[in-house]
């Protein structure tokens, strides 16, 4: 069983930068993909980003391309989401999720590619 936890949500202006870990509690951790989503209420669960585990390679939203930042360190088990320049709109909560079989990025935006699921961090910008 493979346990996420995410980090690093909270309340900023806009304009601000908030930084996102995700940490995997499994020693033997190899997925394919690690992921993030964000959810609002009565919303179902909006693709963000995601990172190969090997290679690195990424695919994003379009609402959030040019902004934010997904990366990994494999040695730490981590997955990483940085956000510039928020926006009130993204506002959500938001969760990572982990992959083990890979499709084409486009695909890797459905939620029922993920196998594994954080609890979710709350990220709130103001205006």
């Known amino acids: 069983q493979v346990q996420l936890v995410e980090s690093g949500g909270g309340l900023v202006q806009a304009g601000e930068s908030l930084r996102l870990s995700c940490v995997a509690s499994?020693?033997?951790?190899?997925?394919?993909?690690m992921g993030w989503f964000r959810q609002t209420p009565g919303n179902e669960r909006e693709f963000v980003a995601v990172?190969?585990?090997?290679?690195?390679?990424?695919s994003y939203g379009d609402s959030v391309k040019g902004r934010f930042t997904i990366s990994r360190d494999s040695a730490k088990n981590t997955v990483y989401l940085q956000m510039n320049s928020l926006k009130p709109e993204d506002t959500a909560v938001y969760y990572c999720?982990?992959?083990?079989?890979?499709?084409?990025?486009?695909?890797?935006?459905?939620?029922?590619?993920?196998?594994?699921w954080g609890q979710g961090t709350q990220v709130t910008v103001s205006s």
């Open positions: 999720a982990a992959a083990w079989t890979w499709s084409t990025p486009q695909a890797m935006g459905q939620t029922s590619r993920y196998r594994y």
């Open positions: 990172v190969r585990w090997t290679g690195g390679s990424t």
């Open positions: 499994s020693r033997a951790f190899e997925p394919i993909a």
